[in-house]
Structures are given as C-alpha cells and as structure tokens.
C-alpha cells in the first residue's frame, strides 16, 4: 500500500511516517505538558527527561561503549568538520584525511585552516573506498578521518577499519551511514552524523566521541566550540535544537522497535540487492560505477546512457510520484537513496520504474 | 477562552496556536508535495521557494534596508557571539561591549579568544541599560556590541543608539526583543536574534548584515564559518534547518497579519504595563530592581519578599497550569516573558494570580 509518494531524496530525507503521526498528533500538547515540546524549556525537567532517554535509545541501538560521551550539536556535520580540528589537535598539527569522494573532501577542507591536512589515501577516479592496509598516516597526526559512506558517489567503508595499534585515533563521518547496520564503534576514536538521513530530522547531529579525545587541549576558541564543556552541560551549553532531538528521538525508538540494525543491515542489503540487481542485469543501459565491494547500501547512483535520457529518468519518475531521484548536480545522473525509513515495497516500485523505462528507451 | 496553559517561558517560548496548528496540518503533505517539509531537499523549487518568501516577509516585517543581507544560521545566538568577531574583526583587533547583564557576558565571553576586548560600558548592579553617550569606544574597533533585551535581568535598550559618524559599525543582539516594536536598522552594522522568542522556533538564528561588513577579511576560519560565503549560497552552504526556516516563515507571516511590529509594541507595551502596575502597585511585596526607562517589554523578572515565596509563587502557578515562570538560576526569583505570541489575556491571567497571592501571603 501506496500512502505516499516514495522519497528517495538524499538528506533531508524520508522520515518513518509512524514517527511523522506520532509528531503530528502531539504537535500542540506533547506529554500532557498543554503546550508544544518546541515550546518548552530544555532546562525543565520533561525535556531533561526526554533528552536521557533519548541518549540511553542511542546508546542500545548503535551499541556505544561506555567510554564514550554522546552529544547532540545544532546544525550540520560540516560544523562538526571544523571543530573536530579545534578540539582534537594542537595548531597545525598533522592529521591525516582518506578522500574517497566529495564528502572527505568537504572534511579536508574545513580542517585546512587548522592542521597540516595530509591524504591518506585518494583513489582517482572515485569508484572504491580505498583499501585501509594502504593508507597513509603518522604516529604524530592528530587522528585519521575518513567518511564511512560517500552519499554523492554512492561509495561505501562498511566496516569499520582496525589500524595499527600505534596508529591516531580514527574518527569517521557517517552521516550518511549512521545505524544503516552494526559498526565497531569501539575502533573509532569518535564517529558523528547529521541526522537528516537515518537519524530522522534535519539541524541536529550527533558526535561520539572517546573520552580521552574530549581531554585534549585543541586550539584558541570561543566556549561555544568546546566539545569538552558541551559535554560536561550535556549538550545545554547554550538553548538547544529541542524539537529536531525530540525527532530524532522518536526516529532513534522507531528504529529500536524495527528491530535494530542487525535487522536493518538485512532490509538495507536486500533493497540495495534489488536495485543493484536491475543496474548489473541492464546489459549497460544503467551504469553504476563503483567497485562491488565498495557499493553503499544507502545511496545508489547511476547513469543512464544519455543526459538527456537521464533527464528524461528523472521527468517520468516525477510524473509518477517519486521524489529525489535526481543525482547530485557534483555528478549528474540518478541517485536512489534508501536510508533506514524507506521500505523494500518503495525500492521495488523504482526497480519496476526503471525495468519499465529501459523496455522503452533501450 | 483559555486553550492551553499559560506559558511564561524565556526561550524557547510560546508560539502562536495558528501557527502551530498550520504546522500541525501540513506535517505529512507540506505543500501539496506528497511529503513532509522536512523531508524535502532544501535545494529543491518548492523549498529554495518558501525560502524566498521568509526572507521576502521578514523584510517586510522588520523594514531591513536593501543594503542589507539575511542570513539563517542553525543553532542559536551564542554561535553567532563567536563567529562575530571571525567575521568582522582583523585578529586581535579591538571591538567595544556594552555589559548590561548576563547575555552581554555570553557575547563577549564567547568573542575573547579573537578580539581585544574592551568593556563599552558596564552599570553594576545590573539595573539600567548605559545611556548611550556615556559609552566609550575606539575609532579603530572592529565594532561596538551591545545586547537590546537581557532576557534574565529583564533591562532594554529599546532605542536604537544613534552613534557618532566616526564610530565603529554597531551590532545589536536583539535576541528577546527582535519584531517586538519598530527598530531602526539602518543605524546597525548588523543585528542578530536566535528565533525562538519573537520569531517562533528553536534551532535557527537570523542575522542582519550591511553588505561592508561581509567585505571585511576576518580571521582564518573554516569556510562553514564564513558569513560572506553562507550569503553567496543563500544559507545554504551546508544543509540548514529547513523545518525550523518553515516554522520561523510561519511566525513571520502571523506576525504581519496581526499588523507588524507597530501593532505588537502596542500590544507589548499594555501587557508589559499590566504586569509592572501589579508589581509597582504591591507596596514592595512585588520588587523590580530595573530603573523604569530599562525595564523590559519582554521580560519581567521581579522577587518577592524571601526566596520561600518566590518558590512558593512559583509552585502556585504551576498547579494553575501557568508555565515557565520561575527565575533564571542566575539571578532567581520570578520572571514572565511575555513575547509577541503572548495575548493580553494570559497577561491578566498572571497579574489575576499575582494580586490574589498578594493577598494571601502579603
């Protein structure tokens, strides 16, 4: 059954709809409070309350040591990009940057000011996440950074790499990733993610982050940047994004009530499988580029043989009520993301699509 | 008619119950779009759209000159306090605080690590908004900074200063006080608010910038830190808090229907006035230590005669279903915020509550 038009917009992104009504439903009068959880303090004790339940949700799902400290911060990962820098390394000191795709390189870039940024590893064209044995880094760096998925390119690090145990902390962006299926969170010295993918809302996201990490010294900065003393106020240091943690509240118990992610990895493999499946068996009419092994089971882009046919992909879907499908304007072509919220019945109706569209123009 | 609880809280606060109510409606078909608004891309037609058109009504609302740019910022105003002087001061260039209180604090704490900060004017106690002409500053300063509503010490600066022509750009943080009356603009080199007083939702803040002032180099920072590129993108140089955009263009759009911010200082001034009537009129059971042309059309805080009355207040009102009314934890006591969304009814609700417990325990 059909509710609504299938959303496979990259972030902002699909929301579960039973967290959408829940949402709805509670809009003016949340937790027999008679006003709005938007309208409440985040000092008072409801929303204190809510707000630990929330991380101990966070906790459960994505399996977080103790030793770490979970922060829910205002706005996006790009943010967190710069401050990763301020807070984890002295000035310009080395940190090392594995760039598989556009994100790392969004990474690196609001790093440069701050530290002696060296590549790690760079594979040219971006078709694979480079192989960890192979990447480059120094004992002195600050920490190693890489993004565990690619959601332009489509191109994926599943599993969280073991380096060395001489190596720097090994911090991850999975943004796009995020409670897609189990990580090793343990292996990481921090890993965060906007949350308008998998985490639900849009203008919050959250960093784990290892405790040893949030003693660092860091660079000058303004209080407001200091991971450390967020942590020490809970993520209160100054008013914070209240409804889009409430939001990803409900996504983080949803998800919970799914099953969790062992459960997700399975439908995320399948609903991935079943388009892949439709790419590989179009005898080149769709073309995926990526290795196979690096294949991301959140976001699959492809191409058409044509501009103009992927325009014409992108007319026809809209026509038919499918949202987002159209790549990101860094690569062109058609981009299917299918992060946690979306349903294997919404991939199948898009493998449909396309098995349909190749009939007629292949 | 009494729909809901009174609510009294200093941010986040009270929105208006239409808006919330819109908001309600459209949360799982926005539009006409088949989706929720925060499940879009904000690069898509129908958001880059709305966008226009908040930015178009806020305009409007607040008379912004056209020399000026706007930008929506995720996260709140503290943010804004650090990346003012990233912005708009050369590397340990002097900029000028005006300390009326405990957000003049915050702003200059948060802009100590860049700039050689010097304090413009600073009354102690806490009582009185600096006159203007008593304040000191430099020719060569980056900028001269005061805050137009302290929303826990319940002082404003209502009117604009007009400074000398050789003074440096002034920047207001009208965090409690935006929308609530006319303000002139045009004498700011830029002025900010977090949104969730006035201008309805928490998570996003708005500055208003003169377009020299996004011209000035700055200091090094991360991209995503620079005020010039965000207005290049349209704020849109990482994803912003769309969800939070909306319900502010909500706010916007109640705000000039219900006749703009001449017909709200109307409205602030009578509702302010009844409550400061109660207080002036209790014999000294009700204090209001801020000297009359300060006190605050925002923000009432006020004590009574020991700290068990004021919890006991504090308890009374809560059990009537009054909100939010009990002090800041920096200074105690008692304070009503009473922000555009706010009718005079709930208003005589509080100075109903305040008489009658006068009565009983004065």
Do not use: C
């Amino acid at each position: 059954m059909q509710t609504k038009p299938w959303n496979f917009s990259a972030g902002p992104s699909m929301l579960p709809p039973s967290v959408l009504r829940q949402a709805q439903r509670e809009l003016l009068d949340w937790n027999g409070q008679g006003a709005s959880v938007m309208e409440l303090s985040h000092r008072g004790a409801p929303f204190m309350e809510l707000a630990r339940g929330i991380e101990s949700d966070l906790r459960t799902l994505l399996a977080i040591p103790d030793n770490y400290r979970v922060l829910f911060t205002a706005g996006g990962a790009t943010t967190i990009q710069a401050l990763l820098a301020l807070n984890f390394a002295a000035p310009n000191q080395r940190a090392d940057y594995v760039v598989s795709g556009h994100w790392s390189q969004t990474a690196l870039k609001q790093a440069r000011p701050y530290v002696n940024v060296q590549i790690a590893a760079q594979p040219a064209p971006f078709d694979r996440s480079p192989d960890p044995a192979e990447w480059t880094w120094s004992r002195d760096s600050a920490f190693v950074h890489y993004t565990a998925n690619e959601t332009i390119h489509g191109i994926a690090q599943r599993e969280v790499p073991i380096l060395p145990a001489d190596a720097p902390p090994l911090i991850a962006d999975a943004s796009s990733s995020i409670a897609s299926e189990p990580m090793a969170i343990e292996r990481l010295g921090a890993i965060y993610a906007g949350a308008q993918k998998n985490l639900g809302p849009v203008g919050i996201s959250v960093l784990i982050v290892r405790n040893d990490l949030l003693e660092r010294e860091g660079q000058p900065r303004a209080d407001i940047f200091r991971y450390a003393l967020q942590a020490e106020r809970d993520s209160m240091l100054n008013t914070p994004p209240t409804f889009n943690w409430y939001l990803l509240g409900l996504t983080v118990r949803w998800m919970l009530e799914q099953g969790g992610t062992r459960a997700f990895r399975e439908r995320n493999e399948r609903k991935a499988h079943t388009l892949y499946e439709v790419i590989d068996g179009s005898d080149g009419f769709y073309r995926n580029n990526v290795q196979p092994d690096s294949r991301s089971i959140m976001n699959v882009p492809f191409f058409l043989p044509s501009a103009d046919l992927d325009a014409l992909f992108v007319q026809e879907s809209q026509r038919l009520g499918f949202i987002g499908l159209k790549g990101h304007k860094a690569i062109g072509g058609i981009r299917a993301s299918i992060y946690n919220a979306m349903p294997q019945e919404g991939v199948d109706a898009l493998a449909e699509l396309m098995t349909d569209f190749k009939r007629r123009h292949g």
